[in-house]
């Protein structure tokens, strides 16, 4: 079987490649970036996931499936970089599944889409809608972009489409928005709360899609690890530095004094939790996370 993985040499995009490769999958990947030494095996195609040459490779590839990961999640470029990054290049994506006889499509997703707010419910379903649009305005493109892989479903029913909503991921490749936001000094929490956070090892992460895979599963899916912890024992697991700011203040330190710059919709994401309810995922593919909390905590200190 032939995978084809757009975003190939993100990090985490490669730790997926090489467990494909290692089980037996033929692997081909589209990135803008180059992968200067690929593992014998690995082909990868220097181009934009958006632009014709992509095309090209659909064309003459072929491939069976398709793993959609060529998404930003990080705040340094322009929102409208982002808008034609993340929506665009999705769009254009499931496109190239249809026409060219793909019979999976995966889109990676974040859970942070359901957004984060003071009456949320603790756990969101996937029938929960995403509300990030409002509370985290930032997100306005991964939210779109969610949404419209999710129309293949009905759009195209020969295609074969699992949407992934996966909770944070971290882990020994410190990449990731919560390895960012771990990755200073100091990290910040709101006075007067201490938050849920959700996370998985990144090799759970990476042998989830491998799970999603194998099961042909078709739908949205909520996919995640060991239960959540707060803040605080996130921060102590890690060992970071917890530094406690009044929320009045906020905007004007955010990027200062050790603190990673955050937009001020994050302010939210670190005052109310955002927890997904992954039984359907497990329930349709048989995954189980092999890291627990402590262990997910430990790699990523690197000891």
Same mark, same amino acid.
């Given at each position: 079987?032939?995978?084809? %993985?757009?975003?190939?040499?993100?990090?985490?995009?490669?730790?997926?490649? !090489?467990?494909?490769? *290692?089980?037996?999958?033929?692997? %081909?990947?589209?990135?803008?970036?180059?992968?200067? =030494?690929?593992?014998?095996?690995?082909?990868?195609?220097?181009?934009?996931?958006?632009?014709?040459?992509?095309?090209?490779?659909?064309?003459?590839?072929?491939?069976?499936? /398709?793993?959609?990961?060529?998404?930003?999640?990080? #705040?340094?470029?322009?929102?409208?970089?982002?808008?034609?990054?993340?929506?665009?290049?999705?769009?254009?994506?499931?496109?190239?599944?249809?026409?060219? &006889?793909?019979?999976?499509?995966? #889109?990676?997703?974040?859970?942070?889409?359901?957004?984060?707010?003071?009456?949320?419910?603790?756990?969101?379903?996937?029938?929960?809608?995403?509300?990030?649009?409002?509370?985290? $305005?930032?997100?306005?493109?991964?939210?779109?972009? =969610?949404?419209?892989?999710?129309?293949?479903?009905?759009?195209?029913?020969?295609?074969?489409?699992?949407?992934?909503?996966?909770?944070?991921?971290? *882990? $020994?490749?410190?990449?990731?928005?919560?390895?960012?936001?771990?990755? *200073?000094?100091? /990290? $910040? @929490? %709101?006075?007067?709360?201490?938050?849920?956070?959700?996370?998985?090892?990144?090799? =759970?992460?990476?042998?989830?899609?491998?799970?999603?895979?194998?099961?042909?599963?078709?739908?949205?899916?909520?996919?995640?690890?060991?239960?959540? /912890?707060?803040?605080?024992?996130?921060?102590?697991?890690?060992? @970071?530095?917890?530094?406690?700011?009044? !929320?009045?203040?906020?905007?004007?330190?955010? &990027?200062?004094?050790?603190?990673?710059?955050?937009?001020?919709?994050? /302010?939210?994401?670190?005052?109310?939790?955002?927890?997904? =309810?992954?039984?359907?995922?497990?329930?349709?593919?048989? #995954?189980?996370?092999?890291?627990d909390s402590h262990s997910v905590m430990?790699? #990523?200190?690197?000891?």
């Amino acid at each position: 079987m032939k995978v084809l %993985i757009t975003g190939i040499t993100g990090a985490h995009a490669r730790m997926v490649a !090489e467990r494909l490769l *290692g089980r037996g999958y033929e692997v %081909i990947g589209i990135d803008r970036r180059t992968w200067t =030494d690929p593992p014998e095996g690995i082909r990868v195609y220097k181009a934009d996931v958006r632009k014709r040459p992509a095309a090209d490779v659909f064309r003459s590839e072929r491939p069976d499936v /398709v793993i959609h990961m060529a998404t930003i999640t990080h #705040f340094s470029g322009s929102r409208e970089e982002r808008l034609r990054i993340n929506l665009q290049g999705t769009r254009i994506v499931f496109e190239h599944c249809h026409e060219h &006889g793909v019979k999976h499509a995966i #889109f990676v997703g974040r859970h942070t889409i359901y957004g984060a707010a003071p009456d949320a419910p603790l756990y969101r379903t996937e029938d929960e809608p995403p509300l990030a649009v409002t509370t985290f $305005p930032e997100l306005a493109d991964l939210v779109a972009a =969610d949404l419209h892989a999710a129309t293949a479903l009905w759009r195209w029913p020969t295609l074969k489409t699992a949407v992934l909503r996966l909770v944070y991921t971290l *882990g $020994p490749l410190r990449r990731g928005t919560l390895a960012n936001f771990l990755g *200073g000094p100091r /990290v $910040p @929490r %709101i006075l007067g709360f201490d938050p849920l956070f959700q996370m998985m090892h990144d090799e =759970d992460a990476a042998d989830a899609l491998i799970a999603c895979i194998e099961s042909r599963i078709s739908g949205v899916f909520n996919v995640a690890g060991p239960p959540p /912890v707060p803040l605080s024992v996130l921060c102590r697991g890690t060992h @970071r530095k917890s530094f406690e700011i009044p !929320e009045a203040i906020f905007p004007y330190i955010s &990027g200062r004094f050790g603190l990673p710059h955050l937009p001020p919709g994050a /302010v939210a994401h670190i005052k109310y939790p955002i927890v997904v =309810d992954a039984t359907a995922f497990q329930a349709a593919t048989g #995954f189980k996370h092999r890291f627990d909390s402590h262990s997910v905590m430990t790699s #990523f200190r690197g000891d």
